[in-house]
């Protein structure tokens, strides 16, 4: 759990999940839950709120980035006991219900995802208010809503002005010492991605926070950010020659 600090913004709370990081986001209007992870996160996320002295009727709303288990699994549980409505793109809803038609290599995302609902407790939420690319939310000081396709076809990252920080799901990954973009098994359509990126990019966030990383170092994240932008840049450099 970590909050303000030279390399992290004020109100802004981690939870060590499962298997992604939810946040807890935290002002003077409330509180909002980002991507509350796996099933049974609810419970790591209850105890950090418990914490920073935060409680269930202060939730305002439960943001998803995508609708993948490890990011929206526990997003049934915390809805019951906060209230809050649920804010997702409305092409997320296939896969809350677990329902998306996964072709080519994507499978493999698929058979992982039936094989996670079959071994927990997983329910499926119902998206409350349909989000769009340019919606601006009134919650953290504010948040645009960016439609970042690839990883799924819904996937949305939120950006902060007040804080210059994007949320970017899991367009791209800090997992096991290793940056990668969206690998192709967990991506509903790869050739969006890079396209993605590149608009993730283009904001020029001061700090970019994806859904999986091991130390909660916002600079840190946004230089292996960069690498990776620049990285694809090399790649289509070498295509065109």
């Not at 990011?71 to 019951?80: C, D, M, R, T, Y």
Request: net charge positive; hydrophobic share 40%; charged share 20%.
């Amino acid at each position: 759990m970590s909050t303000g600090s030279a390399s992290w913004p004020p109100g802004l709370f981690h939870v060590r999940g499962v298997m992604s990081v939810p946040h807890v986001l935290v002002d003077g209007d409330g509180v909002v839950l980002l991507d509350p992870g796996f099933p049974g996160d609810d419970r790591r996320i209850r105890r950090v709120m418990e914490k920073i002295g935060v409680g269930a009727t202060d939730v305002r709303a439960i943001l998803l980035t995508h609708g993948h288990l490890d990011h929206a699994g526990s997003a049934f549980e915390l809805k019951a006991w906060t209230g809050a409505p649920v804010y997702a793109h409305p092409l997320e809803q296939a896969h809350l219900d677990g329902v998306y038609p996964y072709t080519g290599f994507s499978r493999v995302c698929g058979v992982l995802e039936a094989a996670g609902r079959a071994v927990t407790a997983y329910r499926p939420v119902t998206i409350d208010v349909p989000i769009a690319d340019g919606d601006e939310l009134p919650f953290w000081g504010g948040l645009r809503v960016v439609h970042l396709p690839g990883h799924t076809v819904g996937h949305c990252g939120f950006y902060s002005a007040k804080h210059d920080l994007l949320f970017s799901g899991d367009l791209w990954v800090r997992f096991l010492m290793r940056t990668q973009m969206s690998p192709r098994i967990f991506s509903d359509d790869i050739r969006l991605v890079p396209g993605s990126m590149r608009k993730a990019r283009a904001i020029g966030a001061r700090w970019v926070v994806p859904g999986h990383y091991s130390v909660p170092n916002a600079t840190h994240l946004r230089a292996r950010f960069e690498e990776l932008c620049l990285e694809l840049d090399r790649r289509k450099n070498r295509r065109v020659i």
